[in-house]
């Protein structure tokens, strides 16, 4: 009963063969990573970028729930797959395939498949904030892209991705709340004091990003930004 699956002992802290006890680290190390799958989705592509733009554009239009929460997620997960199409090719190009024929070991295929990723975040990470975590950890400039440590690139990298997609959501903002002053404007010089403009204002901004074709201006946006 001890050894309910492969190479896994159950009592491997009791487990004196270092070869079991090998293998048993690593399914460890594994399920590890795969619970850390999302934040890794979410940190090291540019699915922050995505989500977060759409957002506004739901927010700009005061649409409430429309589009719903899982059109948004998944909108964001394929543009993201999209976008990281070429990154994901060259991990499984210089890394993966590699590791699976048995040519480069563990630890070097993590060098290599890290390199295509620390060179896509690099591109997108302003060097005032590469500087704030390479400062704070008291960490030597690095030479090249290489030499930067995932732990150092990743958060410089988050709070970049966070001031992009601020920026592109306030440039979405914008054109609604004018549309929101007008019809505010016109209600209250009319008299209308009681009527919410956010009524007599939404299907104006729905009519106005319809006309403009905004779902198609939005994803081209976000495709050029990178």
């Not at 293998?23 to 850390?36: E, K």
């Not at 009524?199 to 081209?220: A, C, E, N, Q, R």
Request: overall charge neutral; glycine content about 4%.
């Amino acid at each position: 009963m001890n050894n309910l699956l492969p190479g896994l002992d159950l009592n491997f802290l009791n487990n004196t063969d270092p070869g079991n006890m090998e293998t048993t680290i690593q399914l460890l190390l594994l399920l590890t990573v795969l619970s850390l799958a999302p934040s890794i989705l979410i940190l090291m592509t540019c699915f922050t970028r995505i989500i977060i733009v759409l957002s506004f554009v739901r927010t700009s239009l005061a649409t409430q729930q429309m589009p719903p929460n899982q059109v948004l997620v998944g909108i964001a997960l394929f543009l993201t797959f999209f976008i990281m199409a070429p990154v994901i090719q060259d991990v499984n190009k210089d890394a993966i395939q590699p590791l699976v024929k048995g040519k480069i070991t563990q630890k070097e295929a993590f060098e290599k498949g890290s390199i295509p990723i620390k060179e896509f975040m690099s591109k997108h990470t302003r060097q005032k904030d590469l500087n704030l975590f390479l400062d704070y950890s008291g960490a030597k400039e690095p030479k090249n892209i290489k030499d930067i440590p995932l732990t150092t690139l990743v958060p410089a990298y988050a709070i970049s991705e966070l001031k992009t997609a601020f920026q592109m959501g306030f440039m979405i903002f914008v054109p609604f709340l004018i549309i929101d002053m007008v019809v505010a404007s016109v209600l209250m010089a009319m008299g209308m004091m009681m009527l919410p403009p956010v009524m007599i204002s939404l299907p104006f901004k729905i009519l106005l990003f319809v006309l403009v074709d905004g779902w198609y201006l939005i994803v081209k946006s976000l495709l050029l930004s990178y």
